[in-house]
């Protein structure tokens, strides 16, 4: 399984979802970085389950134990490695899915690469549970981040129909992305939760799910960072973005939006601003020209599909009998993932960046 990322910082995640535990391997990083296990906390508590009624019933405390690589609370320069004990599993709601695989689900794709072989509980080394590795190795990666001034935040853009204030393109505020950076429903206007929250409690009360858009602004990026034409920053932060299951596209500036203007209305016109820095006026660029960065904020969106976990009934075939057949997903799932996405995506950003710095 390709469960790693990175060259310079190299990221491996290991576990299932039912399994004893789950965890990550981080090779590469300096000796001699303060990690604030305090920080880390606050981030794994943004993604853990429980707790909303927009997220699972399932609560687990996703507390990281730090197995190597940290000393007195600074890198020792050995790979940091910590694991995340799975405390809360039920793993008999998965028994009738061996043989139907769930529609939306890896279960057929796994089926067919390893043989069955694969673990079915909780979707395994497939489910989004294994974002928890992600948001701890993110947690340091934007800990040593910050220090070089890059900051990252993210908010719920959408969730079905309902929307929040959009970043500004060329920028947000520091007071901004410190109240993002501790949310667990990360919003720019706080007015907009009560529609989000109605639009998945009807979905919630259906047995259905929905899905979103999460935005992330990566900010103090250096110019002239990435490399043309696959190694560009956009190539290796959609790389990592896509390492988040559920995520089915991204866009960078104005994205596809962009295809709706002329040449002339997208383009980002150049100019010297009062300490004599070249910037844009605009940022449908999304801070990236030719994979290289620009030195304006590196901007994107990514869709985050519904939850395919949902009590309704739905067609799928058994494998052992060769039949059409109907399943219905037992279980505890979330009826929308995207609010604990959101530290999620953050995290992917970091772990991307310190790789192209």
């Given at each position: 399984?390709?469960?790693?990322?990175?060259?310079?910082?190299?990221?491996?995640?290991?576990?299932?979802?039912?399994?004893?535990a789950m965890g990550v391997i981080i090779d590469g990083l300096p000796a001699g970085e303060e990690i604030d296990m305090n920080e880390v906390y606050v981030q794994m508590q943004r993604r853990a389950p429980g707790g909303d009624k927009t997220a699972t019933p399932r609560k687990e405390a996703d507390f990281p134990e730090v197995l190597s690589g940290m000393l007195n609370g600074?890198?020792?320069?050995?790979?940091?490695?910590?694991?995340?004990?799975?405390?809360?599993?039920?793993?008999?709601?998965?028994?009738?899915?061996?043989?139907?695989?769930?529609?939306?689900?890896?279960?057929?794709?796994?089926?067919?690469?390893?043989?069955?072989?694969?673990?079915?509980?909780?979707?395994?080394?497939?489910?989004?549970?294994?974002?928890?590795?992600?948001?701890?190795?993110?947690?340091?990666?934007?800990?040593?981040?910050?220090?070089?001034?890059?900051?990252?935040?993210?908010?719920?853009?959408?969730?079905?129909?309902?929307?929040?204030?959009?970043?500004?393109?060329?920028?947000?505020?520091?007071?901004?992305?410190?109240?993002?950076?501790?949310?667990?429903?990360?919003?720019?206007?706080?007015?907009?939760?009560?529609?989000?929250?109605?639009?998945?409690?009807?979905?919630?009360?259906?047995?259905?799910?929905?899905?979103?858009?999460?935005?992330?602004?990566?900010?103090?990026?250096?110019?002239?960072?990435?490399?043309?034409?696959?190694?560009?920053?956009?190539?290796?932060?959609?790389?990592?973005?896509?390492?988040?299951?559920?995520?089915?596209?991204?866009?960078?500036?104005?994205?596809?939006?962009?295809?709706?203007?002329?040449?002339?209305?997208?383009?980002?016109?150049?100019?010297?601003?009062?300490?004599?820095?070249?910037?844009?006026?605009?940022?449908?660029?999304?801070?990236?020209?030719?994979?290289?960065?620009?030195?304006?904020?590196?901007?994107?969106?990514?869709?985050?599909?519904?939850?395919?976990?949902?009590?309704?009934?739905?067609?799928?075939?058994?494998?052992?009998?060769?039949?059409?057949?109907?399943?219905?997903?037992?279980?505890?799932?979330?009826?929308?993932?995207?609010?604990?996405?959101?530290?999620?995506?953050?995290?992917?950003?970091?772990?991307?960046?310190?790789?192209?710095?």
């Open positions: 399984m390709g469960s790693f990322f990175g060259d310079k910082i190299r990221i491996s995640v290991f576990g299932e979802s039912h399994g004893t600074k890198t020792t320069g050995a790979p940091l490695a910590a694991v995340i004990h799975n405390t809360n599993t039920r793993s008999s709601d998965y028994g009738n899915l061996i043989s139907s695989p769930r529609p939306g689900h890896a279960d057929y794709t796994a089926y067919l690469k390893y043989g069955g072989c694969n673990d079915i509980r909780g979707g395994g080394h497939f489910s989004g549970r294994l974002t928890a590795n992600i948001v701890f190795a993110g947690a340091a990666a934007r800990q040593i981040l910050k220090r070089k001034g890059i900051t990252i935040a993210a908010h719920i853009y959408s969730i079905g129909n309902a929307y929040d204030t959009p970043f500004e393109p060329c920028g947000i505020t520091d007071e901004l992305t410190d109240k993002l950076n501790k949310s667990k429903f990360a919003l720019v206007n706080d007015d907009c939760e009560n529609s989000m929250r109605e639009v998945v409690e009807a979905a919630r009360l259906d047995g259905d799910s929905v899905g979103g858009i999460i935005e992330c602004i990566i900010q103090g990026m250096p110019k002239g960072v990435g490399d043309p034409m696959f190694n560009g920053v956009e190539n290796v932060i959609s790389a990592a973005v896509f390492g988040v299951p559920a995520v089915k596209g991204i866009e960078f500036g104005s994205g596809f939006s962009g295809t709706l203007k002329r040449g002339s209305e997208n383009n980002d016109e150049f100019y010297y601003d009062e300490q004599g820095n070249i910037r844009t006026y605009t940022n449908n660029h999304g801070g990236a020209l030719g994979g290289i960065t620009s030195g304006m904020p590196i901007i994107f969106r990514a869709a985050v599909k519904p939850t395919p976990s949902v009590s309704v009934e739905q067609k799928t075939v058994n494998l052992q009998t060769g039949e059409n057949t109907t399943v219905v997903v037992k279980g505890r799932h979330d009826p929308c993932i995207v609010p604990r996405a959101v530290p999620v995506i953050e995290a992917a950003a970091a772990i991307a960046v310190i790789n192209v710095l």
